[in-house]
């Protein structure tokens, strides 16, 4: 099997690992040419599925991420300067061209990170390709404010590029994720420095070969590829680096925005969630179970907004966790790349192991382990694969370490509650706050129970129904400032106030 090589620069060795698909290796893009890193130093990427190599990555350093901002600062001048609609122009091309290639993209982001090619087909391609679309349309139709005082003076206020932002993105939704940042970055008049998580680099690297192949202007977007701690850190440390935006662990989190803050650089911080699905006796109760379950372990309950700590009211707690359950049964895992799979392989080895980790704390803790809690046996090749089976753990304190930390895998736990006061403490009592669902028929009460939420975001009756247009982000340890929409354009922008005297 080739996987485009039309989208990756050529003249490469192909990987090493027999019958592992051809995908040449992966360079960075710095100012309109790929390159390896200075050094030569290079990444192993692997197919968590099999546990196989695929291709190999640039381990970029300091000197890497120097030539990165050096590039993006000369295109600065020229390309804050450009006109609105080429710009925006841009951005449709660069969504045309991912749609084109929707299939290749999606085996590419498939094997990179072990997530079933359907989801990535369904999902994360579409959605990158909406992104690029809704932030082309958002900037040609942005408005600023203007603020009359009374016949004495008319304030306005101009919306101005920033300079070279980072854009430092998570491996679980690579393409998706990263493209909810480059396209408002550069819709807004800024060149960027873009670096995906060394785990899963491979539609980032197709996406410098779009921008390429599209004739973006040189410097403009630029990717380098490494490690956090060398290539990010660099980035974020960089004082030619204005601002930053970054989405991944809140450790991560913090280290970012310790190094950033003594610049004073823009910066957004998307971080983890531990996150609660309310569940009402008066709910539809077969739609709140598919929902639920959807929101536990969709992409093998690697998504940030994933519900991880579902609360139950006492009334219906045994109908409920008992048809979760078959739910959770029902999603076997299987081949990532077979169309018909649903639940594929965890990102690495690294990840099932923490996640198997959690799960014997909630043994030792005394939870009840209803499904799950084990690596499933897989035939042929994929036994070597990073895969765990969904888990649902009943009996566990609501306080627990597996019941509170973010655990990033297809890992819930289940808790009677008895009424809407206790309810809200239980989904308010972790240290995160981003996002929470809640499931009943009486709107005066997902009214009354989603204003008391800590969390950014709240679906009633729904999971991961996206607006684009609404803000996108946590509170508490779950992260600082929010995305989307206008609130992107505002991120990505410095407002200039302009106050003229009548
Ligand atoms: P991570 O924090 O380990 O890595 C994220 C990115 O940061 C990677 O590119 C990594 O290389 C880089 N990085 C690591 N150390 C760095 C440093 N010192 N300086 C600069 N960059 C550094 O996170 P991950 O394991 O890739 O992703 C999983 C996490 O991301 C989870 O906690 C998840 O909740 C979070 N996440 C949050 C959102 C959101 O929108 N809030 C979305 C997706 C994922």
Redesign the pocket.
């Known amino acids: 099997m080739t996987v485009v090589p039309s989208l990756v620069p050529s003249a490469t060795p192909r990987s090493k690992t027999p019958g592992a698909p051809a995908i040449p290796r992966g360079q960075n893009l710095i100012g309109g040419g790929f390159c390896d890193a200075r050094d030569g130093a290079t990444l192993p990427v692997i197919d968590p599925a099999r546990d196989r190599l695929l291709t190999t990555i640039p381990a970029s350093g300091a000197a890497d991420v120097d030539a990165a901002v050096a590039a993006a600062r000369d295109a600065f001048p020229a390309w804050s300067a450009s006109a609105t609609a080429e710009r925006a122009d841009l951005l449709d091309a660069v969504a045309d061209a991912i749609e084109r290639r929707l299939g290749e993209l999606a085996l590419l982001e498939s094997l990179d990170n072990g997530k079933p090619v359907s989801l990535a087909r369904a999902v994360d391609i579409p959605r990158a390709v909406a992104n690029f679309r809704f932030f082309a349309g958002a900037v040609r139709h942005q408005q600023t404010a203007c603020h009359p005082m009374d016949g004495d003076a008319l304030n306005y206020t101009l919306r101005r590029p920033v300079g070279v932002f980072?854009l430092?993105?998570?491996?679980?939704?690579p393409l998706y994720?990263l493209s909810w940042k480059v396209a408002p970055a550069l819709a807004m008049g800024n060149t960027v420095v873009a670096?995906?998580?060394?785990?899963?680099p491979l539609t980032a690297t197709a996406l410098a070969g779009i921008l390429q192949e599209l004739g973006a202007p040189a410097g403009v977007f630029n990717l380098v590829h490494?490690?956090?701690?060398e290539?990010?850190?660099?980035?974020?440390e960089h004082p030619d680096v204005r601002g930053?935006s970054?989405?991944?662990?809140?450790?991560?989190?913090a280290?970012?925005a310790a190094?950033a803050a003594p610049m004073f650089k823009k910066l957004s911080?998307?971080?983890?969630?531990k996150n609660p699905t309310l569940v009402f006796a008066d709910c539809e109760l077969d739609e709140a179970v598919r929902g639920a379950a959807r929101a536990g372990f969709a992409n093998q309950g690697?998504?940030?907004?994933c519900g991880s700590r579902i609360l139950v009211e006492r009334p219906i707690y045994r109908r409920f966790v008992d048809a979760l359950v078959e739910e959770a049964r029902a999603r076997t895992p299987g081949d990532p790349q077979d169309p018909a799979t649903g639940f594929g392989a965890l990102?690495s080895a690294a990840?099932r192991d923490k996640v198997a980790r959690y799960v014997a704390l909630a043994r030792r803790d005394g939870g009840v382990l209803l499904c799950g809690g084990r690596a499933p046996e897989l035939p042929g090749e994929l036994a070597r694969g990073a895969f765990y089976e969904p888990t649902v753990i009943d009996g566990l304190s609501p306080a627990s370490e597996t019941a509170t930390e973010?655990i990033?895998g297809p890992v819930v736990t289940v808790h009677p509650f008895d009424d809407e006061r206790e309810a809200v403490r239980l989904a308010n009592c972790v240290r995160y706050g981003?996002a929470a669902s809640l499931w009943t028929r009486d709107l005066a009460r997902a009214h009354r129970v989603s204003a008391q939420l800590a969390s950014g975001m709240v679906w009633v009756n729904t999971w991961l129904l996206r607006d684009l247009r609404v803000p996108?982000?946590?509170m508490k340890d779950?992260?600082v400032g929010r995305?989307g929409g206008r609130f992107s354009l505002e991120f990505f922008s410095e407002s200039r106030n302009i106050c003229i005297k009548l």
């Open positions: 980072g430092i993105t998570p491996w679980n939704l994720l670096k995906p998580s060394e785990l899963t490494g490690r956090g701690h290539a990010g850190q660099a980035i974020v930053v970054f989405t991944g662990g809140t450790a991560t989190g280290r970012v190094a911080l998307e971080l983890g969630g690697q998504i940030c907004l990102v990840h973010e990033f981003l996108f982000g946590g779950s992260g995305e």
